[in-house]
């Protein structure tokens, strides 16, 4: 048997597996679309855990473990012992003796790496306040069923240095292409984790420098889950760093914009870049179940014969 497979960053895959991970969801859509019953996880289980709330992280790896055969069990963290003075490494211990893969949702990303290291099964990282590698599973799918290989391009990030930069950072390195970081002073991401791909990442603070001739343009909410409190203070400071049509233009020709959603149009989105034929955003939205599918079944190809 081989040792357990999670995937709590980007860097838990190699870079061979990731591609092979992206072409395997994009063949995972096309079956679904033909309406092939593909049903590999008849009997397994997966235990979601949420710390956070969550609409299409719920419903995408509900729905991928239906319709893989397999049963998704939703715990909330009102419904558990988690959080509430069971120790990690005991809740770990014990869910994972029961369920064939868990999925967590949560604020510290220390939690899930305990978790992961007293687990029996894989462990998904389906988002912690430093990362959300499942998100970019998602983007690279689309960008590549879109627009092809993303080797080599230049992608721009407009907005917080929050976790979903910090996946991107993970994405640059791991897929091989240049990113521009442009965001408010104060709000860049990980000082160590951008001088560790400083060879491909650039932050920087003007966001038409940003996206100048880039292929892909990327934001998301100004506040995360958990920030609402600075939400007026932050609305004040990221003045500037809307993603609208105009800046749009300064990107390449064949350009793409993503966001992650939910979307507040009229603060990091204006309301006609929601309608520009360059955002993709719902076309990402569904391929977290094509490309969380794939990466289920790669973390449980032991189980399927």
Known sequence: MMSTRHFLTLLDLTPVELKQLIHRAIELKQLRNNGTLYQPLKNRVMAMIFEKASTRTRVSFEAGMAQFGGHAMFLSSRD????????????????????????????????????????????????????????????????????????????????????????????????????????????????????????????MEAPEAAVEGTHLVVTDVWASMGQEDEQRQRMREFRGYQVNPELMDLAADNALFMHCLPAHRGEEVSETMMDDPRCVAFHEAENRLHAQKALIEFLLRDLIS
Request: net charge negative; charged share 20%.
């Open 80 to 203: 558990t012992q988690l959080g509430r003075g069971e120790p990690v490494a005991d809740s770990a211990r014990v869910i994972s003796s029961m369920v064939d893969i868990v999925m967590i949702r949560t604020f510290s990303h220390d939690l899930i790496t305990e978790f992961a290291a007293n687990s029996s099964v894989p462990v998904i990282n389906a988002l912690t306040d430093d990362y959300h590698p499942c998100q970019l599973l998602a983007d690279m799918q689309t960008f590549q069923e879109l627009r092809g290989d993303i080797q080599g391009k230049t992608v721009a990030w407009i907005g917080d240095g929050n976790n979903m930069c910090h996946s991107y950072i993970n994405a640059a390195r791991q897929f091989d292409f240049k990113l521009n970081i442009a965001c408010p002073e104060g709000f860049e991401p990980n000082t160590d984790l951008v001088s560790r791909n400083s060879d491909r990442v650039t932050v």
